[in-house]
């Protein structure tokens, strides 16, 4: 079966909709991972009882695969009484997975911050809270953000597999006009495509503040 131009038409307001989802679930759930991320990395310099709880529970998610846990959040936790919309298990899901791998991107931009800016803070008696968010953070979220961005990059590619659970992506829709029409080159071809125009644009984006900022 040839390229079928008008086809490829007809199915392209459906994927540009399926790309707005995909976006939103790649920007809410990084916005997730990010917040999500840095608590687990400040709280990873807590005590060892906390310190050792939350690099317990680092491991166990990356430990799973993502599907597991959007099934997991999706069709075990209502048998318990909590019932999670598909839109709101997909960015937790996303959120949850990556921030434990965020956790460590911060964990190596705080401990790259010199210990005499750490020691200078504690001559001051500067609280707990103005050391972090006056002296430390300024200094290693920057020194991150290259790393940070892979993972949005990340993110946005695997968004497909919350298909699972009914939320209709890029992919969802590629999937939805093949399987009604029995023709998948316009419709797979045309969601690659819109994957490669956006995070081929971001890679090199990502690029460019490695080389401004350095990599962690």
Do not use: C
């Amino acid at each position: 079966m040839g390229w079928d131009w008008s086809f490829a038409a007809e199915v392209l307001p459906a994927l540009l909709q399926g790309l707005v989802l995909t976006l939103q679930l790649t920007v809410l759930g990084s916005l997730f991972a990010f917040s999500l991320g840095l608590v687990l990395a400040m709280l990873l310099r807590g005590p060892w009882p906390i310190a050792i709880v939350v690099r317990g529970f680092i491991e166990f998610v990356r430990s799973t695969p993502l599907l597991v846990q959007v099934f997991f959040l999706f069709y075990v936790l209502p048998d318990i009484g909590i019932l999670i919309p598909p839109f709101a298990t997909g960015v937790i899901a996303l959120g949850l997975h990556y921030a434990t791998y965020t956790a460590d991107v911060y964990r190596a931009g705080i401990d790259a911050v010199p210990p005499g800016q750490w020691e200078a803070a504690t001559a001051l008696s500067l609280p707990r809270s103005r050391v972090w968010t006056g002296v430390v953070l300024p200094q290693a979220i920057p020194r991150v953000l290259p790393a940070l961005g892979n993972y949005v990059i990340s993110m946005f590619k695997e968004t497909p597999i919350l298909i699972a659970i009914t939320l209709l992506d890029i992919v969802g829709w590629a999937r939805e006009a093949g399987g009604r029409t029995f023709s998948y080159d316009e419709p797979y071809t045309i969601a690659g495509l819109l994957f490669l125009a956006l995070s081929y644009p971001a890679s090199l984006l990502v690029r460019r503040l490695e080389r401004r900022v350095g990599t962690i």
